[in-house]
C-alpha cells in the first residue's frame, strides 16, 4: 500500500468548487476525490460545462478549491499564496491550451525559452534547452518563426515544447486538439503519447473527442461535479 | 526575487512590442496627450515670455526712482529741481558727460494694431541724453537718433512690429502736431522696444507739463551701492520719493500679469490632462483587454503581478512620453519666438514680447505628460494583475 500511496502523484479529496454569479451560487464540482499516479496518461471526459476546464486548474494551481484538499507530489497546493502558487505552477506544471496562447511578438524559440525566463538558467543555457524542447516536438527548423507564420498543428507544437522546456512534474492539456483537424490532432496526440510513453510524463488532457481520449492509459468521465470511469448519458 | 527583473524586462518587452497591433488607440492616445502639452507649454510660454522680456528690461545695478506711493511711473510725478537732486544723489554711476541718470516722462498714445487694426495704448517716453546709457544693449538698427529739442521720435523695434504708422518715413498724431518717425531701436530685448522714445523737453511742452518729470532711471555704480543711494534719498527732507532696484520695479510690474496667465494655462491644462487621462485610460483599458490572453498566459506560467504591472504602466508612460515630446516639440516650433503685444496691465500700455519656450517649460511638459500616463495606466494595470487567473483563460 505504501509503495502505491508513493506512487500517487495528485491526489484531490472532498474538493468543492463554487461560483458566485451575482447571488446565484453553481456548484461545478462537489466532493470529488481523485488519484493520479505517476506516469500516467489521464483523460477526462464530459460535456460542455461538467467542470473539466475547472478540475485542470485546481490540480494545475490556477485556482484554488472552494473546499477540500489538492495534492500534488506530495504537497498541498490548495493554501498556497498567489506568490507561492506562481512560483510552484512554474517549476512543475507544463500547460497546453486548446488556442495555444504564444506570445505572437515572440519567435517559436522565444516562445518555448518564455518559462525558462523564471528559473536562474543563464541566456545560453535558456536558449540551448529551448531549441532542445523545440526538437523534441520536431520543429527545430521553424525556431526562428513567429506564431502567425506556423500552422495550427506547429503553433500546438510550440505550445507543447513551451509545457515540456522546464521538465515539468506534471503536464495538463486542455483540449489540445480541439482547435486542430484530424492529421494535426493525430500528430499532437502521436507527441503526448511520446512524451508520456518515452519520457514518463504524467499528463491530464481535457477532451470532447474520444479519439484522443483512446490514446489515454485511462479515461475518466465527469458529469455534474462528479466523476466516475463510465460515460454517463 | 532573483529573476524578478528578468520577468520585468521581458514582459515589458511584449507589451512594447505588442503596441503596433493596438495602433490606432495607442495613436489616438499619443496625440491626445501630445495636444494638452502643446497647449500647456503654449500658454505658459506668454507667462515666460512675458517675465522673460520684463528681466531683460532690468539691468542688476539699475534703479527707478518714482514719487512716494506710486507703483507705476503713470501714477509718478517728479519736479524738475527733484529730478536734479536725485541724479546727483551719491552711488549713481558717471561719464565723461555727467551722472548715468535719466529724469522721463511717460504718456500714452493710441495707435491701430497690424494684427487686428483696432487702436491699442502705445507708451511713448521722452528721455534725456543718459536714457540710451541706462537701458541694456542700446542700439538704433534702422535710420538714426532723433534730434534733440525736435519732435522727432525713434521707435522700439517692438513696437513698430506690432503697431501700423511707426516705420521710418511716417509720423505720429501728436495733439495738432505729426511727429516723424526717424530711427528704430533695440534694447536687449526689454519692455523700452515696445515704446517710442522722444525728446523729454518736446514731450513737455507737447503736453504741457512745464519742468515735470514721472520718474528718474538711474545706472549706479554698482548692485551694492543701491541701499546707499536709496538711504540717501529717502533721508533727504527735499525728496517725497521712493527707489527700487529696476530688477524689482519690472518684477512688480509683470507680477499680476505673469501669475494670470500661469494661473489660466495651468487650469487649461488640468482640464484637458484630465480628458487626456480618460483618453488613456481608454486605450490602456483595451490594451489590457486586447491581452487578456497573454497576460493571463504569463501568468498561468508563473510570471508574478508586479511585472504585469509594471509592464502595462510602462506602455502608459511610452506612450505618454512620445505624446509629451511631440507635444513639446509642437509647442518649441509654433510657439518659441513667436512675437506678439499684450497689456501691461501696470503701465496700460502694451508690452510686445516673444513666446519663450524655454527647457523647463518643455520638461515640466513632459512630466506633465508621464502623471496623465500614469494614472491612465495605473487602473487597468491593476485590474490585469488582479483578475483571476483561471477566470481570464476561460474569457478567451
Redesign the interface.
Known sequence: MTDNSDNILVRAQGVDKVFKRGSEEIHVLGGLDLEIPRGEFLALMGPSGSGKSTLLNLVGGLDRPSEGVVEVGGKRIDKLSERKLAAWRARHVGLVFQFYNLMPVLSALKNVELPLLLTRLSKAERKKRANVALDIVGLAHRAGHYPRQLSGGEQQRTGIARAIVTDPTLLLCDEPTGDLDRKSGDEILDLLQALNQEQGKTIIMVTHDIHAAERATRTLYLNKGRLSTEPVD | M??WF??VI?VIG?SI??IP?RKGSSIAALLGIAGVVAVMVGVLSIAQGIARTMESSAGGDNAVVLRSGSDTEMMSGLGGDEARIIGEAPGIARDDSGTLASPELFVIINLPMRTTGTDANVPLRGVLSQAPKIRNDFKIVDGRMFEWGLNEVIVGSGATEQFTGLEIGSSIEVGQEQWPVVGIFEAGGGVAESEIWVDASVLQSAYRRGNSYQSVYAKLTAPAAFDEFRDNLTSDPRLNVKAMRETDYYAAQSEMVYNLITGLGTLIAVIMGLGAIFGALNTMYTAVSART??I??????????GPVIISVLSESLLLACMGGLIGAALAWLAFDGFRTATLNWSSFSAITFSFDVNFSLLLQGIVFALVIGLVGGLFPAVRAARQ???HA??E?
Not at chain 2, 493571463?296 to 503581478?305: D, V, Y
Open positions: 532573483f529573476n528578468s520577468q521581458s511584449f512590442r505588442s497591433q490572453r497573454e493571463a498566459t504569463l501568468r498561468a506560467l508563473g510570471f508574478h503581478s483571476p487567473v483561471a483563460l476561460r478567451l
